[in-house]
């Protein structure tokens, strides 16, 4: 998936082997320790063709072996989580200088020098829309709300069926944008062709949005989503109020992620597993409380760093730039 959004935006990419190690059963261990090692002498070339000034990391296993082959090069590590897993704290003890979404994740790292707050990242892009050009580009009534449903770009299961199986209320309430991501796409199509012409009038569905999800975010009045990081830089720069459901099958980073913003108001956690109760009751309570809507809009749009990918910018420049004076 990486490479092609990669190639989308024009960007040189190039892969090198890897995978995890941290909750693997014995049997896999030894098959992905040589994956690593093979990583390894392949970010080794490329750092020997490539001669960068300055690493940067956003985490992942896959980052490891480029950052021991190139452990003397001055590195910056973006930590966009709010709870960093073994990956990025192995990182985090090579880099130079560590970027971080949230003051919550200083804890996790040693050498307060080495720290900076500057918010999560966001497309410049996104910034173009308002609330009137994104209901127009969408063909959405500026009148009656909105509510975006988004699984990721290869959508979230659990979360397209109960919207499905609550849909035809759902939409008694609000008009809804769909992104289902790709794997759920075919049945989500078919199950779209039993609504009634007026329903369908209101249900915009796609699998996937690449420039329109700046208009999404703009003309959205309440988001439904996993608890992945892009939530702590997207919602808050719009001021969307957001009701989270954190991907129970993996490491505890969403589950943080969500916590940290219903605990500061701007959002609503539910639990995977009951869903299909507790979506269609939840949406409709907020939805029916315009004032507590918008006292999460107020709370979301307090945590936007608008200049985050800025920040980030100018500090990997001052590493390369003091590289190459370094190098005379």
């Known amino acids: 998936m990486e490479a092609g959004l990669v190639a989308r935006a024009g960007v040189p990419f190039k892969a090198i082997p890897a995978a995890g190690i941290h909750g693997v059963g014995l049997r896999a261990l030894?098959?992905?320790?040589?994956r690593l090692t093979r990583g390894y002498f392949a970010a080794r070339r490329i750092l020997d063709e490539?001669?960068?000034d300055v690493l940067f990391f956003t985490g992942g296993y896959v980052a490891v072996?480029?950052?021991?082959?190139?452990?003397?090069?001055?590195?910056?590590?973006?930590?966009p989580d709010i709870e960093p897993g073994l990956a990025l704290r192995t990182l985090g003890r090579f880099a130079r200088r560590i970027c971080l979404t949230v003051e919550e994740s200083t804890r996790f790292f040693r050498g307060p020098h080495r720290l900076r707050v500057t918010g999560y990242p966001v497309r410049r892009e996104l910034t173009g829309w308002t609330r009137q050009t994104g209901r127009q580009t969408l063909g959405l009534s500026e009148t009656e709300p909105v509510l975006l449903v988004a699984g990721g770009s290869k959508g979230a299961r659990s979360i397209n069926q109960a919207l499905l199986n609550a849909l035809p209320e759902l939409l008694e309430l609000t008009q809804v944008v769909h992104i289902t991501g790709e794997l759920d796409w075919p049945e989500?199509?078919?199950?779209?062709?039993?609504?009634?012409?007026?329903?369908?009038?209101?249900?915009h569905v796609?699998?996937?949005l690449h420039e329109e999800m700046g208009a999404v975010l703009a003309a959205a009045d309440l988001a439904l989503s996993r608890g992945g990081a892009s939530v702590l830089g997207e919602y808050p720069l719009f001021g969307l109020p957001a009701i989270l459901v954190p991907y129970p099958h993996a490491w505890r980073y969403q589950k943080v992620?969500?916590?940290y913003l219903t605990h500061k108001g701007?959002?609503?956690?539910?639990?995977?597993?009951?869903l299909s109760e507790t979506l269609l009751p939840t949406v409709r309570a907020l939805l029916q409380t315009p004032e507590r809507l918008e006292s999460m809009r107020a709370c979301m749009r307090k945590l936007a760093h608008p200049r985050a990918a800025k920040e980030i910018a100018g500090e990997l420049l001052a590493l390369a730039?003091?590289?190459r004076g370094n190098r005379g």
Not at 66 to 72: F, K, N
Not at 196 to 202: D, F, H, T, W
Not at 266 to 274: H, I, K
């Open 30 to 34: 030894p098959r992905n320790l040589w």
């Open 50 to 52: 490539y001669r960068p």
């Open 65 to 79: 072996p480029m950052a021991l082959a190139g452990w003397r090069i001055p590195s910056l590590l973006y930590v």
């Open 188 to 203: 989500v199509e078919a199950r779209t062709r039993d609504l009634s012409e007026a329903q369908q009038a209101r249900y």
């Open 206 to 208: 796609y699998p996937y």
């Open 257 to 259: 992620n969500a916590a």
């Open 266 to 274: 701007a959002a609503v956690t539910l639990e995977d597993s009951r």
């Open 321 to 323: 730039e003091k590289r």
